[in-house]
């Protein structure tokens, strides 16, 4: 069977999201425990690619020969608006001290003494 790579260049531009939940944060020896409480289903972001920019382009292009551009207009907002599943109920992850930065730290214990 033929294989191939495929590389792209893909951009995250900034963007704010608003995500409605419940988590439980506690503190572990050398991080924090964090379980999913509710979680939507998904999260969207928008994000820029530029094979995905070709390729909705070769669609619409190719749809000129086709009836209609729906199906393009839906694998445009489908590559530059994915969808990424998150945790169910119950779902615990680990946030090691060593990937957070002295003032994300702080403000996570900081969080917890006022809430806690």
């Given at each position: 069977m033929p294989?191939?790579?495929?590389?792209?260049?893909?951009?995250i531009p900034d963007q704010t999201r608003r995500l409605e939940g419940r988590l439980r944060?506690?503190?572990?020896?050398?991080?924090?425990?964090?379980?999913?409480?509710?979680l939507p289903e998904y999260l969207e972001?928008?994000?820029?690619?530029?094979?995905?920019?070709?390729?909705v382009?070769?669609?619409r292009n190719l749809?000129?020969?086709?009836?209609g551009r729906s199906s393009c207009?839906?694998?445009d907002t489908k590559?530059?608006?994915?969808?990424?599943r998150l945790p169910p109920p119950g779902d615990e992850s680990f946030l090691p001290d060593s990937e957070?930065?002295?003032?994300?730290?702080?403000?996570?214990?900081?969080?917890?003494?006022q809430n806690g």
């Open positions: 294989s191939g790579r495929l590389e792209d260049e893909v951009t944060l506690e503190r572990a020896e050398d991080g924090f425990a964090v379980t999913a409480l509710e972001i928008e994000v820029e690619s530029r094979l995905a920019g070709r390729l382009k070769l669609c749809t000129l020969f086709l009836a207009d839906e694998l590559l530059s608006h994915p969808r990424f957070l930065t002295e003032e994300e730290r702080e403000l996570l214990i900081a969080y917890l003494e």
